[in-house]
Nanobody, 126 residues
Framework: QVQLAESGGGSVEAGGSLRLSCVASGDIYTSRYCMGWFRQAPGKEREGVASIARDLSTNYADSVKGRFIISRDNAKNILYLQMNTLKPEDTGTYYC???????????????????WGQGTQVTVSS
């Protein structure tokens, strides 16, 4: 059974930075799969933020391009999200997830991700 555990959330002022981590366990082949970060703000639908494939190719939502960087350490099965120049609209619960495929594709269809972490809260104040 795959388990994903996020950490690194917190409260920061606008313009600040945070680095989220997601440790994957329970499946030695997780490093082969596309991994993604999603977020959900209160009263809003969950949205994709960034994804990274096994070959380290990446996709980003337009709202975070140039500010967020997704990366992964395949040897340690850890996924990262470096968030810079944070804005109040980045506030939400951030989830890491493993896709059902090795490939990420162009979008962020949450229904194609089958394992999810419990989430970590990010709050950005103005």
């Amino acid at each position: 059974q795959v388990q994903l555990a996020e950490s690194g959330g917190g409260s920061v002022e606008a313009g600040g930075s945070l680095r989220l981590s997601c440790v994957a366990s329970g499946d030695i082949y997780t490093s082969r799969y596309c991994m993604g970060w999603f977020r959900q703000a209160p009263g809003k639908e969950r949205e994709g933020v960034a994804s990274i494939a096994r070959d380290l190719s990446t996709n980003y939502a337009d709202s975070v391009k140039g500010r967020f960087i997704i990366s992964r350490d395949n040897a340690k099965n850890i996924l990262y999200l470096q968030m810079n120049t944070l804005k109040p609209e980045d506030t939400g619960t951030y989830y890491c997830a493993r896709r059902i495929s090795y490939f990420c594709g162009d979008g962020f269809d949450a229904s194609t991700y089958d394992y999810w972490g419990q989430g970590t809260q990010v709050t950005v104040s103005s």
